[in-house]
């Protein structure tokens, strides 16, 4: 048997409920903020992910599917959005629209992880991002918008951690003085973070081995760095997060694994799923444009796993579908009828459905039942149809013609 690759899922008709009303709540949501919705290529350029998602991230490390076109170019499955829609931002002159250019997306990306539940290497993620403002209010916004999905489907103990990194300025003066602290401290830090002290020292924070812990218990932290202009908005934003009554900690040593963010960033989790908690995050990227060739333009925005806020959401109790008909064929012959009539009652909007696996009339029954249809019309090979009202069991004879008004009249 051949088995869906390992990290992958189909998703099931009943699966399919659930998600379709997760993406009803995100497009009323966004849709109501002036979001519009965009759909970028599910492969780009290497170097996209490459320049924007930045080298030394664990994403661009080791997380991509990248192949070759056979022409020579280098292309890879999409592992994030945010660097796709700054490339169509860039791409089709977005930048002469009015500003903020608020866009939002739910589409499959893909990395190549460790595969366990809520991680998975085809995932979905609901997107947005408001390209072209610098203003706090953005921010707040943006994190306000991501709640109100979360709570709007349903997640359990969700919890937001908000911090800011500042400019590249700052971080890159706390980068120098946080390289020397790790230096410093080499001796108890394990392998991987001290193989990568000088590429990435913020990814200290992240470590999960006890003598890191301990030395990053210690290490100076950039909120306490924060240029004036950076605090103050960084203070704007709490505040405004403050009066929309959402709960918020400051988490000094929150780290995100993609290197584009500047200022603002968040993350929320969900006390329900375990490991994997982040339930979505993002954050604000006010040099990603300039750095894929577009004019400097400030953004923000967040994404969120579709599996993993379904996950921290309670499964809903079951619902049947409706079947207004089910065409039951009393014989074989009856089945053109029996078709013509399907066809009409969807036609005028009913849902139908016709009896296609050779049943005997009393398994058609049966089946009729446990599907939930409300009538049966029993076609007959002489033309005839008996509508059969499946709650009472009262059945009367009727002209073919007359059974999709009968049941529109129920
Ligand atoms: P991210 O934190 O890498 O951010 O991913 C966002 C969310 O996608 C995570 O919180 C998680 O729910 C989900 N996710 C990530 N990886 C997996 C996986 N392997 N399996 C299942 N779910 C996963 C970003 O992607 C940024 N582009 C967010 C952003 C938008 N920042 C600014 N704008």
Known sequence: MIRAPRGTFDVLPADAARRRILEAHAERI???????????????????????????????????????????????LRPEGTAPVCRAYIEHGMHKLPQPVKLWYLSSFFRAEAPQKGRYRQFWQVGAEAIGSAAPETDAEVIVLLADLLDAVGARGVRLRLSSLGTPETRTDYREELKQYLHAHEDRLSEDVRERIDQNPLRAFDATDRGTREVMRDAPVLLDRLEDGDAAHFFQVRELLDIAG?????????????????RTVFEFESEVLGAQSGVGGGGRYDALIEQLDGPPTPACGFAAGVERMLLAAEEPAASAEQVDLFVALAKPDGASLGFELSR???????????????????????HADRIGARYVAIVSDNGSVSLRDMSSGQQEELDAADVVRAVQRS
Do not use: C, N
């Open 30 to 76: 966004l849709g109501a903020a002036g979001y519009g919705r965009i759909e970028t290529p599910t492969f780009e350029a290497t170097e996209l992910f490459a320049r924007g998602v930045g080298e030394a991230t664990d994403i661009v490390r080791k997380e991509m599917y990248t192949f070759d076109d056979g022409a020579g170019r280098s292309l890879t």
């Open 246 to 262: 959402v709960a918020v900690e400051i988490d000094p040593a929150l780290v995100r694994g993609l290197d584009y963010y500047t």
């Open 344 to 366: 009409a009652a969807r036609r005028a909007g009913l849902s139908a459905q016709l009896e296609l696996a050779g049943r005997s009339l009393k398994g058609q029954l049966k």
